[in-house]
């Protein structure tokens, strides 16, 4: 029996810039971190006394003779591109629900390959899990995805990630004081919005927009290096809260699906309350809402907003890991 745990992430600057449409020719960049909540996939092998081959259990319950017959996009194609041939039982189990706006689709993707190439006795590396997440999802599965949440889900941390040239992307840990991360990590405030959305219907109407979008697609570029001067420097870290209001104005205007009255309303709530900026996390429509908050400022944001769910959560440093290995028992 295997168990990988892969964790979510949330995004602060950058996002719409490592679509494979816009950084093949400009290049991309994001500034994103991976938190403490977790998706869990657990795999072993089926015992051979039942009239099916496979046994996937998420949200559904299939039981399937072959790997073609399953319904899951992401299950199918993770099995076929490792040419998984035996009897399966996959599990899934997650902290956080899915379409939220925290790459729940990716990060399953990536636990899921991680599970079964540890069920194969195959060591996989970070880069190598990444690359074949960004693959299955972009190009067999053929949905409008980014290519930040794979990264982020199999490397972990908070980091610049650069997109484009021969290596596809690049990773680097941000170089700041565990005061300043620490600093910013308590500063930060996640509600759930209760609205939920497919991320990848959003997300192929802003590729539909790219041409029309360069300016707004620059300056979320140009956002990565500013924030991470802020993080590195003396700079007053509030700086990091009032940048993160601007991201979210310059990616509103990507699209008329990523904002709605509901969400304007939540992001207006929390700034009357104390909030310095925020944004919605992920694609738009929906999921999590992240406000920059000073301390003295969080109860009233709470208060304003207590008919959300706050998420209280830290920075993840660990990426996609395989928390359980049992050797198959012949």
Not at 57 to 75: A, F, G, M
Not at 78 to 90: A, E, G, P, S, W
Not at 170 to 195: D, K, Q, Y
């Amino acid at each position: 029996m295997i168990i990988a745990r892969t964790p979510f992430r949330i995004s602060f600057f950058g996002g719409g810039t490592d679509y494979p449409d816009w950084y093949k020719e400009n290049g991309g960049a994001v500034l994103c971190t991976s938190i403490n909540k977790f998706s869990y996939i657990t795999a072993r092998y089926l015992p051979p006394f039942f009239d099916y081959k496979y046994r996937i259990r998420y949200y559904q319950r299939e039981e399937t003779k072959t790997i073609s017959e399953i319904k899951h996009p992401s299950v199918k194609q993770c099995l076929t591109f490792l040419n998984f041939k035996d009897n399966l039982d996959l599990v899934h189990h997650a902290d956080l629900p899915a379409r939220s706006g925290l790459g729940s689709s990716s990060t399953f993707t990536v636990g899921l390959l991680h599970a079964i190439s540890a069920l194969q006795s195959k060591m996989i590396t970070k880069r190598e899990l990444a690359i074949n997440a960004i693959n299955i999802e972009q190009n067999l599965i053929k949905e409008s995805v980014g290519s930040q949440d794979q990264t982020i889900a199999a490397f972990g941390g908070l980091n610049k990630i650069e997109f484009g040239g021969v290596n596809e992307f690049n990773v680097t840990p941000v170089v700041a004081s565990h005061e300043r991360i620490n600093l910013l990590e308590g500063n930060l405030m996640l509600f759930f919005t209760r609205l939920s959305r497919t991320a990848s219907d959003i997300a192929g109407k802003q590729i539909e927009l790219i041409p029309q979008k360069i300016t707004q697609l620059k300056e979320m570029h140009l956002s990565v290096n500013e924030a991470i001067s802020i993080l590195s420097s003396k700079q007053s870290i509030d700086d990091f809260g009032r940048l993160l209001g601007e991201q979210w104005k310059n990616k509103k205007m990507m699209s008329s699906f990523i904002t709605n009255t509901e969400i304007d309303d939540i992001y207006t709530k929390g700034i009357s309350a104390g909030a310095i900026g925020g944004k919605l996390l992920g694609a738009g429509g929906g999921g999590f809402m992240l406000f920059y908050v000073p301390k003295d400022k969080q109860k009233n944001v709470k208060d304003k907003l207590s008919n959300l769910l706050h998420v209280p959560f830290r920075f993840d440093h660990t990426g996609s890991q395989i928390v359980y290995y049992s050797e198959r028992a012949d």
